[in-house]
């Protein structure tokens, strides 16, 4: 299969991208975001809290308890923004349709997606368990959506699951704005299927019956079944016992091309990488390599070749290549 060309689109809070929109009238810029990812996918930029008509510089806010749920209150002057703020992200939130994914800056009262200090009107006893309220109402909206914050990004394996999750998403979104034939699912379906695999067993199985009575559903609640069924199952997590069962999958389908010393090195070097020795890319480069190389009238290697599970995203981004813990 070809690098993945198709570009995400993602929105992000613009503080991380480097504009000058935080209370203090600096940024937060993070270079993964705006150097490597920004390459690669077409960013929404939003500031909640310019929208809202703050400007910046502007006074703090921070998260105050009530019966309601956390309140966004401005610290001095005790102004009371939850309902404009809410009223934003509703909107917002319906504007965002085509978005594939949202990376969140962390430790805001607005946009923040964890562990958020909420205080009581007394101004003591913090605790963290809250959520920014934008983020919250976007990700109450759009529960399917990956969402990630730019600390977490810096954690390798959360970092790959997530630009998995919104490239698969952006191939999702490009096929469904066209002209769709249910055959075209059933393709796009059948070279997902070792990706799918990979992150949740069930889920594959019950998609693939999902796309086997592809024909005979309207078109229109078939795509939003599979778009909710295929998003649910790329956001569970992949283990290695997982990635090993692919990636034999894949040795079985191809392994008759190859001669038994070529075959053996495969498995062998499968075996490293299920001990924790080697990276995942390993192996994959080594299937890729076996998979191109196959005869071309070989249709299971040709079936191997063009699983997105060896290209989820352009390889530019090196996402692989930690040995797993
Ligand atoms: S964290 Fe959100 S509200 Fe704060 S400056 Fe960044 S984008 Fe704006």
Redesign the pocket.
Request: glycine share 8%; proline share 6%.
């Given at each position: 299969m070809e690098p993945v060309e198709i570009r995400p689109r993602v929105a992000v809070?613009?503080?991380?991208l480097g504009a000058p929109?935080?209370?203090n009238g600096g940024h937060?810029r993070d270079r993964f975001l705006s150097e490597e990812l920004a390459e690669h996918v077409e960013w929404v930029p939003?500031?909640?809290?310019?929208e809202i008509g703050l400007g910046a510089p502007r006074e703090t806010l921070r998260l105050e308890r009530s019966p309601d749920g956390p309140r966004l209150v401005t610290r001095r002057t005790r102004e009371d923004l939850t309902a404009p703020m809410t009223a934003l992200a509703a909107g917002r939130a319906a504007g965002l349709a085509d978005v594939d994914g949202y990376v969140f800056?962390s430790r805001?009262p607005?946009?923040g997606l964890h562990g958020i200090p909420v205080y009581a009107e007394s101004g003591a006893a913090a605790d963290r368990r809250g959520k920014g309220v934008f983020a919250a109402a976007v990700t109450a909206a759009r529960p399917e959506l990956a969402v990630e914050d730019e600390g977490r990004l810096h954690d390798a394996v959360l970092r790959e699951a997530f630009v998995e999750r919104i490239f698969a998403s952006a191939r999702l979104r490009a096929l469904l704005s066209g002209d769709w034939r249910p055959r075209d699912l059933v393709a796009f379906h059948a070279r997902h299927k070792m990706q799918l695999l990979a992150h949740a067993p069930a889920a594959y199985r019950e998609i693939g019956r999902l796309v086997a009575a592809a024909g005979e559903r309207p078109r229109e609640s078939l795509a939003c079944e599979y778009g909710l069924a295929f998003r649910a199952a790329l956001a569970a997590k992949t283990t290695v016992g997982r990635h090993v069962n692919v990636l034999h999958h894949c040795l079985g389908m191809i392994g008759r091309e190859l001669d038994p010393v070529r075959r053996a090195d495969l498995a062998e070097v499968i075996a490293s990488y299920r001990a924790r020795r080697v990276a995942l890319a390993v192996p994959l480069a080594l299937l890729r390599h076996h998979a191109k190389g196959a005869g071309a009238q070989y249709v299971p290697a040709e079936y191997v070749r063009d699983q997105t599970y060896l290209s989820p995203y352009p390889d530019a981004l090196r996402l692989r290549n930690h040995v797993p813990a």
């Amino acid at each position: 299969m070809e690098p993945v060309e198709i570009r995400p689109r993602v929105a992000v809070s613009s503080c991380l991208l480097g504009a000058p929109v935080r209370f203090n009238g600096g940024h937060s810029r993070d270079r993964f975001l705006s150097e490597e990812l920004a390459e690669h996918v077409e960013w929404v930029p939003v500031c909640p809290e310019i929208e809202i008509g703050l400007g910046a510089p502007r006074e703090t806010l921070r998260l105050e308890r009530s019966p309601d749920g956390p309140r966004l209150v401005t610290r001095r002057t005790r102004e009371d923004l939850t309902a404009p703020m809410t009223a934003l992200a509703a909107g917002r939130a319906a504007g965002l349709a085509d978005v594939d994914g949202y990376v969140f800056k962390s430790r805001s009262p607005s946009c923040g997606l964890h562990g958020i200090p909420v205080y009581a009107e007394s101004g003591a006893a913090a605790d963290r368990r809250g959520k920014g309220v934008f983020a919250a109402a976007v990700t109450a909206a759009r529960p399917e959506l990956a969402v990630e914050d730019e600390g977490r990004l810096h954690d390798a394996v959360l970092r790959e699951a997530f630009v998995e999750r919104i490239f698969a998403s952006a191939r999702l979104r490009a096929l469904l704005s066209g002209d769709w034939r249910p055959r075209d699912l059933v393709a796009f379906h059948a070279r997902h299927k070792m990706q799918l695999l990979a992150h949740a067993p069930a889920a594959y199985r019950e998609i693939g019956r999902l796309v086997a009575a592809a024909g005979e559903r309207p078109r229109e609640s078939l795509a939003c079944e599979y778009g909710l069924a295929f998003r649910a199952a790329l956001a569970a997590k992949t283990t290695v016992g997982r990635h090993v069962n692919v990636l034999h999958h894949c040795l079985g389908m191809i392994g008759r091309e190859l001669d038994p010393v070529r075959r053996a090195d495969l498995a062998e070097v499968i075996a490293s990488y299920r001990a924790r020795r080697v990276a995942l890319a390993v192996p994959l480069a080594l299937l890729r390599h076996h998979a191109k190389g196959a005869g071309a009238q070989y249709v299971p290697a040709e079936y191997v070749r063009d699983q997105t599970y060896l290209s989820p995203y352009p390889d530019a981004l090196r996402l692989r290549n930690h040995v797993p813990a």
